[in-house]
């Protein structure tokens, strides 16, 4: 082994023989990209079929801490792009992967982070053929930051958006609700909280491919991280001019979320999620979607949250446990931040 730093140092980022040392040890032993020229080279043959089109997409993580319960940096890098994709109808294959790492950062860290991507890939089934390695000073970023582009292949004929969506379609998510967030704020050790609460943090590309096969004329579909289910739904009435009604007694949640949220004045509609996403289908294709996500472990947990109405279009609307109403409005502000 060349490499024998215990930690990154700014030498690691400048060009020599440490950054060499770096990369091929921690990095490409790990990925195997396909030869190490200044780009990856791409062939499909998805791609030669008439009417197919590419999906491209990029996310840049900061999570605090980057190792918690569930997961890590790498595991949300790479299942947070892939997730981007596969809401899209596409199918993910490769990936980009960028570090930005903070002299003084562990080696033995960047070398399980990077571990945990190339495990996550593997499952995914992508690729993370091409990247990008920069050290910075102390101080001036905590640790490491990741950001990932991937790319897949939307087949011919696949239409999957937001405006799609037409009163009387049924809305499903694939697990309870609200995990990623509890885990993070509670990891993070600024409240005397205790909790065996993990992440969700998941790669869904295989669940969507079993939901548009059992449900072909699905509508759109959306990942619940950042501003959670409350946030996407919002997003996909006001895009598709309908209105939206969720019903609290079917909302997958674990008491020790909503008791973690009712101690701190959060509302878990809104927590982030890294493995779940709200799809939205015709309602006679609703038993069948359900049932597929149903048979893979990632979605296990799904169920019928609510449904698309004519009424108050671009509006969320929730029929509470005791009868009533409520509007359930964008997320104004931050919960909870870094926690991506």
Same mark, same amino acid.
């Given at each position: 082994?060349?490499? #024998?730093?215990?930690? $990154? ?10 950054? #060499? ?9 790990? %990925? ?30 900061? $999570?605090?801490?980057? +190792? ?9 890098? $790479? ?65 490491? %930051? ?100 969720? +019903? ?13 949220? +009712? ?43 609510? #449904?698309?109405?004519? +009424? ?29």
């Amino acid at each position: 082994m060349a490499l #024998r730093d215990e930690r $990154v140092t700014l030498a690691h980022g400048g060009g020599g023989k440490a950054m #060499r040392d770096l990369i091929e040890e921690v990095f490409t032993s790990v %990925f195997q990209p396909p030869g190490m020229e200044d780009q990856a080279r791409l062939t499909e043959a998805a791609l030669a079929e008439p009417g197919a089109r590419l999906a491209f997409t990029t996310d840049s993580y900061v $999570v605090t801490p980057v +190792e918690f319960p569930g997961g890590d940096i790498g595991k949300i890098a $790479v299942c947070g792009t892939v997730n981007d994709l596969a809401v899209g109808g596409a199918r993910p294959l490769w990936l980009s992967a960028a570090f930005i790492l903070e002299e003084g950062t562990e080696v033995a860290l960047l070398r399980r982070i990077v571990a945990t991507m190339a495990r996550e890939a593997e499952a995914a089934g992508v690729r993370i053929v091409t990247g990008d390695t920069k050290v910075v000073g102390r101080g001036a970023c905590d640790g490491v %930051f990741v950001t990932t582009s991937g790319v897949g292949v939307i087949p011919p004929g696949r239409e999957m958006a937001a405006g799609r969506v037409r009163p009387g379609d049924v809305a499903i998510v694939n697990g309870v609700l609200g995990d990623h967030g509890a885990t993070i704020l509670a990891a993070r050790g600024d409240l005397a909280l205790t909790s065996d609460i993990e992440s969700d943090c998941a790669a869904l590309g295989h669940l969507m491919a079993d939901v548009i096969a059992a449900a072909p004329g699905i509508r759109a579909a959306r990942d619940l991280t950042r501003g959670g289910l409350a946030s996407a739904l919002n997003e996909i009435a006001q895009t598709a001019g309908c209105g939206l009604v969720i +019903e609290e007694t079917a909302l997958p949640l674990r008491p020790e979320v909503v008791g973690l949220c +009712e101690i701190l004045g959060l509302d878990p509609l809104y927590l982030a999620n890294e493995g779940r996403l709200v799809v939205f289908v015709p309602e006679a294709e609703a038993a069948a979607a359900l049932a597929a996500m149903r048979a893979r472990p990632e979605g296990a947990g799904a169920c019928v949250v609510g #449904r698309a109405v004519a +009424e108050h279009a671009g509006q969320v609307r929730m029929r509470t446990a005791f009868g009533g109403a409520r509007i359930v409005d964008m997320l104004v502000g931050e919960q909870l931040p870094r926690i991506c």
